[in-house]
């Protein structure tokens, strides 16, 4: 009996909800002030070169899973790419890996530069 309530325990664990990213637009990453918040653009290094948010850190798409590991887990995370597809899959990486706070920036550096955000090259 107790071993049929551990293994159905287990069950429910596994079926548990796992945390989630937030979608969050450019004004609110405009906007942000939280203590300890990383900005972490996913795009490749010569996309980076050609414009960024200021402050963000590059951490390319496919280097995400070896390299977040850096970064404090209990900090807010704003993920940026070139048009939101990118930093989604980032993000969803990063809620698995058990960041506690991601906010994926829909429609990206596009989306940053079209809303007359600066671009620091």
């Not at 009996?1 to 609110?28: E, I």
Request: hydrophobic letters at 45%; a positive charge.
């Amino acid at each position: 009996m107790r071993l049929l309530a551990f293994a159905l325990l287990l069950l429910l664990a596994a079926c548990a909800p796992q945390g989630s990213y937030k979608n969050v637009g450019v004004g609110d990453l405009q906007a942000a002030s939280e203590p300890g918040r990383v900005v972490l653009d996913v795009r490749e290094p010569h996309e980076y070169a050609e414009g960024h948010v200021a402050g963000s850190r590059l951490l390319p798409l496919a280097t995400v899973e070896a390299q977040a590991g850096q970064l404090d887990k209990s900090a807010p995370v704003y993920v940026i790419c070139r048009s939101g597809n990118r930093s989604k899959t980032a993000s969803e990486a990063l809620v698995k890996m058990g960041f506690k706070d991601v906010r994926n920036v829909e429609g990206g550096i596009l989306a940053w530069a079209a809303a007359g955000y600066p671009v620091q090259r």
